[in-house]
């Protein structure tokens, strides 16, 4: 082992070596280019050309299944990039000036004072927004909302958002009873009910995660919780894009919707957006 | 250690100070999540977590691979380092980087996982904290690099020492890889976490931090296999079965574990099946060094049990000098590498793959080849620094044992209820699960025995640490210097493809292009990819 070539001296090593890493390099390529696509005929890859874009990642041709996204019946809003881009265009400070009509009944500081009104502070841009939109459309019952909503502008609308969301967090001032681990009702926000085809409440609407658009519920009134509930499970608000707050509200009981309304609205928020 | 002897312990002390704050953070979090405890707030739980693998995965071994770089350095070259003040520099660099980042975290401004996915986002002083330990490791490597290179230009011939050489390619590997995390923050969180950008990709960020995700586990495993190579060998009381295996091993450990780190992509559409077929061919090779070490270090243990006396077959294992931590931390550290080698072999099965994808299996497997496997020869390593560094005796070596052997046992008890959870269907990062569902009470025995490993494991690092700590306070003998392995054929010569990596470098370069080059240039062209960050703030 002590008789190798000196140091300066061509080394054959170098070819051997890189040129077996080529040979498996190519050999690669052609088994997982094209050997295996064109023998597992997967769905999109009729034909070679098809087998080859799915190989390397290209959307191919007959393999491109168009998405449309466009807004439902339930809603005129549809959360596409220009729609998340438009959010940011709100304009909080214009918000606060149109806001006094607003906080007559949602509070000053967007914590309403009567226990019907829902609280608006803090929550995030797109949730408000989605609602106002929805009043002006009439895609939520706009009996009372309407009235006010109906003369805004779109921009009116991003300025609202943005205002409300900017105010300062309400849920702080709410009792953290996250303690309470085996209670039922937070067994129904943080687990959910499998077997009733139920998703724990709070993978949307927080603590433990928010999707877009779903107002975040810890520190909300407990009678407009009960309420939005009622109504989501009778029908009368039927403003949920996918239909999915009106097939968890109807599999609820009214003692549940309780329960649940009571707990959210004393939880504080440990994650808000 | 010519002068290096501060520098190295301080390398080490950060070190195993971090890791005792990441243990106990490990075993609350199993605690926490088992049936044995009540639900705790889950963002606390994923805090936890986020401390927890940010400390284990850039910190903790980022400061041992350093620490013992230089040792290695000093040691093999027989000279006194040159450029210490930077070296301290990056030190401070690696220690302001992980305060900055763990502050952070605590303060709940960065709960994303030490992994951060986007479109998770959390404080930007974070990410920049992260950044600035990376960016201390890459003096690290400069200084590396510059001994190599002075050393062979002083010595033209000569074989450089194997230490040297296979830091060396440890240093050339971190340098390379974590390049993918290093752009993916620079390029795409830190414009989002500051406002500058309105969407973030989180396709092209995964295949950024693939880049680094599998080959940080080899720059973790570096300092292992040399301690397998120049310090085992030695301690046993035999000689390295073959110095040029070594080296081979080391080359293709720099040129096949970055290449392939789309394997841990199988699950993800941005990637082709063509792609994820090719890496997997080149994950296979990334084995064959590890074969290649698992014939030529029990050739070595071998001859050092017969050496001693062993006779027959299996005769020489019960010849080893078992007391000593080098050996018995060493049979650990390949035991558990088999197992968890053997499971890894299902991880980059892209069909297998699927059935353990995201379970606790991949927190099972992971946990056994780094938490077992690696982290026991750190423990190894700083035993057989220790005395060198402070010339005291190391403090009772009875409790050395019975940390060494804690330590295995605990993570097996830890590591093999997770692998089979993990089959059973069990999600990895979860923070509580409902035990009383049927569809989950099976499980509920195996995570509770899971988290009393846990606590094994707690014991065995307050010894570590409790030991180590005793040993400054012995009397002051001199201590025999650091000896390095003799191999049973010393290179005198050597030929220049296993004396240098000028020409390896490139071969690292042309492979990265051709494994990675289209999934990463397809975002160029690929439209609507950008969705908006999900921020992650306390209130």
Not at chain 2, 137 to 144: A, D, E, F, R, V
Not at chain 2, 440 to 465: D, E, K, M, R, T
Request: aromatic share 12%.
């Amino acid at each position: 082992m002590t008789n190798g070539a000196r140091e300066g001296s061509p080394d054959p090593r170098f070819a051997v070596w890189i040129g077996t890493t080529v040979v498996l390099f190519l050999v690669a390529v052609v088994v997982g280019f094209i050997w295996l696509p064109s023998v597992q005929k997967s769905p999109g890859a009729a034909d070679f050309w098809g087998a080859l874009c799915r190989a390397v990642g290209l959307p191919s041709g007959t393999g491109r299944a168009s998405v449309p996204v466009a807004a439902q019946s339930a809603s005129n809003v549809a959360w596409t990039v220009a729609t998340r881009r438009q959010l940011t265009q709100g304009n909080a400070i214009r918000g606060g000036e149109q806001a006094t009509t607003c906080n007559n009944c949602h509070g000053i500081n967007g914590i309403s004072a009567d226990a019907a009104f829902p609280n608006l502070a803090g929550q995030s841009a797109a949730a408000i927004y989605k609602q106002l939109e929805d009043f002006k459309s009439g895609k939520r019952n706009a009996e009372v909302m309407g009235v006010y909503v109906s003369q805004l502008s779109e921009q009116d609308l991003l300025d609202l958002a943005a205002h409300f969301a900017s105010l300062p967090n309400p849920y702080a001032a709410t009792v953290n009873t996250s303690n309470s681990a085996d209670s039922a009702a937070r067994h129904l926000i943080e687990v959910g009910d499998p077997l009733r085809n139920l998703a724990p409440c709070a993978a949307c609407h927080g603590p433990l995660g928010y999707t877009f658009g779903a107002p975040g519920l810890q520190g909300q009134q407990r009678p407009y919780l009960e309420q939005q509930m009622q109504a989501l499970a009778a029908g009368s608000r039927r403003n949920d894009i996918s239909e999915q707050m009106r097939s968890v509200a109807r599999q609820l009981t009214v003692s549940e919707v309780e329960m649940l309304a009571a707990y959210y609205s004393n939880v504080a928020g440990f994650a808000a957006r | 250690m010519y002068g290096s002897n501060r520098l190295v312990l301080a390398h080490f002390w950060a070190a195993f100070i971090a890791f005792i704050v990441a243990i106990l953070l490990g075993a609350w979090q199993m605690l926490v999540r088992s049936p044995l405890h009540h639900w705790v707030d889950p963002e606390l739980y994923y805090r936890a977590v986020t401390a927890h693998g940010t400390t284990l995965a850039y910190v903790f071994p980022t400061l041992v691979a350093m620490g013992f770089g230089y040792a290695l350095c000093a040691v093999s070259l027989g000279r006194p380092m040159h450029g210490v003040r930077l070296a301290w520099t990056a030190f401070w660099l690696v220690i302001a980087g992980a305060a900055m980042a763990i502050a952070t975290v605590s303060a709940g401004h960065a709960t994303v996982l030490y992994t951060f996915y986007p479109p998770l986002s959390g404080s930007p002083y974070y990410y920049i904290g992260i950044l600035l330990a990376v960016m201390g490791s890459w003096i690290w490597i400069g200084l590396m690099v510059s001994h190599f290179g002075r050393w062979k230009r002083d010595h033209p011939g000569l074989p450089v020492p194997l230490a040297m050489f296979a830091i060396t390619a440890g240093a050339l590997l971190w340098a390379w890889t974590s390049l993918g995390v290093g752009a993916e923050i620079v390029f795409l969180i830190l414009p989002n976490a500051f406002g500058w950008t309105a969407t973030i990709d989180p396709g092209l960020a995964r295949v950024l931090f693939s880049w680094t995700l599998h080959a940080i586990v080899y720059f973790w495993l570096i300092p292992t296999y040399i301690a397998f190579y120049v310090l085992l060998p030695q301690a046993a009381g035999g000689r390295l079965y073959s110095d040029r295996l070594g080296r081979i091993a080391f080359l293709q450990l720099l040129i096949f574990s970055m290449p392939i780190g789309l394997h841990h992509l199988f699950a993800d559409p941005q990637i082709g099946a063509g792609f994820k077929f090719l890496h997997t061919v080149f994950t296979g090779m990334v084995a064959v060094p590890t074969l290649l070490t698992i014939f030529t270090i029990p050739a070595s243990l071998e001859i050092a049990g017969r050496l001693r006396g062993g006779r027959g077959v299996l005769g020489w294992i019960a010849a080893l000098p078992w007391d000593r931590p080098l050996v018995l931390a060493s049979a650990f550290s390949l035991l558990m590498l088999g197992l968890g080698g053997a499971g890894g072999l299902i991880n980059m099965s892209y069909a297998l793959n699927s059935s353990i994808h995201n379970t606790q299996w991949v927190t099972g497997h992971f946990h056994l080849i780094y938490g077992g496997a690696v982290v026991i020869m750190y423990f190894a390593i700083a035993y057989e620094l220790w005395p060198r560094l402070t010339g005291r005796p190391l403090a009772a070596p009875s409790l050395v044992r019975l940390q060494l052997w804690t330590w295995f046992l605990g993570m097996l008890i830890v590591t093999l209820p997770w692998h089979l959870v993990g089959v059973m269907g069990q999600p990895r990062r979860m923070a509580y699960f409902d035990y009383t569902d049927p569809a989950l009470a099976p499980q509920a025995i195996w995570v509770s025995i899971s988290a009393v490993g846990g606590f094994v494991l707690v014991f065995s690092a307050l010894l570590l640490v409790g030991v180590l700590l005793a040993s400054h306070r012995g009397a002051a003998v001199g201590q025999s210097p650091l000896k390095f392995s003799l191999a049973v054929h010393p290179p005198r010569f050597l030929p220049a493809s296993l004396n240098g990596f000028r020409i390896w470098t490139l071969l690292v370069v042309a492979l990265t292009i051709a494994n990675y080059g289209y999934p990463l240039a397809q975002f160029l062209f690929l439209e609507h990819t950008g969705v908006p960050a999900y921020a992650v703030q306390a209130p």
